[in-house]
């Protein structure tokens, strides 16, 4: 379908926008700022990213999280031992290896076909941690004779040695894709693609104040910031923390590593499944 569109200003194709779904998760909604940032929220998730006008159309650039993120903090209430939070999602084939030398075999996050789960997950182990690796298999599909770029990548954070305490999380892997998309704006409806015209439910300013005031801070914060404080929605919880349960945690930055092949120990870290 060939569309064609008229010049228009930004405030045109700010407001909320509404999907319907077959899907039994439900319907989605398209939220976009007159100052170029935009969220599509989902069942269980919201991305978000920013637009540009160009020419006769727009471009949405999604936002792109990292896959594993590590953060780390010295807690004097952990003696003896060091502890790390695992809330990875058991999907993604993560496998994990520590203070290990370059050939020295993984281990799986979570056993095969695990599908129950009862977070938080924590490791420990008595000797100080400095270095974590995280290996991650390529678990895209290809269509038979495609030519690909498929890699895997073993994710090396060498956090101090002082730290006894680590959160090692994720998103998703809709969150790590990242990439751009043309959109385009006529008649007051929003053409995504492979979706019809989407009709604008309501103007910005018009949106309630609750809603709005969450997607403004959700454009402004960083889903995984460089200091993660107690008022942070990944901070872990704590039902009656102490002061040492609410010092911040240090994002430890990791290097990337392309690897064709590993060794993997027999087992898993975690084991979660349910009976039938």
Request: proline content about 5%; charged content about 20%; glycine content about 6%.
């Amino acid at each position: 379908m060939a569309l064609g569109v008229a010049q228009q200003s930004v405030e045109d194709i700010s407001g909320a926008y509404h999907i319907s779904s077959n899907d039994p998760h439900g319907d989605s909604h398209v939220i976009i700022s007159p100052d170029h940032h935009f969220a599509i929220a989902f069942f269980g998730g919201v991305l978000k990213g920013t637009w540009q006008k160009v020419e006769d159309h727009y471009l949405f650039t999604y936002h792109k999280e990292p896959k594993v993120v590590l953060y780390a903090r010295y807690n004097s209430s952990i003696q003896d031992s060091v502890k790390v939070r695992v809330g990875l999602d058991a999907n993604r084939g993560f496998a994990i290896r520590f203070n290990s030398s370059v050939n020295e075999a993984f281990t799986a996050i979570f056993n095969e076909a695990a599908n129950c789960f009862t977070y938080p997950y924590i490791y420990s182990q008595r000797n100080s941690i400095e270095q974590i690796e995280i290996y991650q298999q390529d678990l895209r599909k290809y269509a038979e004779g495609e030519i690909t770029n498929s890699k895997n990548y073993i994710f090396s954070f060498k956090p101090n040695a002082s730290y006894n305490e680590f959160l090692l999380t994720g998103l998703p892997e809709s969150y790590s894709q990242g990439g751009t998309s043309q959109v385009r704006f006529m008649d007051g409806q929003l053409f995504m693609e492979d979706q019809g015209g989407i009709q604008k439910r309501s103007e910005y300013k018009d949106i309630n104040t609750e809603d709005l005031e969450f997607f403004e801070q959700y454009f402004k914060n960083e889903i995984f910031p460089e200091v993660l404080d107690s008022n942070h929605e990944q901070f872990p919880y704590a039902e009656n923390p102490t002061d040492q349960d609410l010092v911040p945690f240090i994002r430890i930055t990791p290097k990337m590593m392309p690897v064709n092949t590993i060794v993997m120990n027999p087992g898993s870290l975690f084991y979660a499944i349910c009976d039938d």
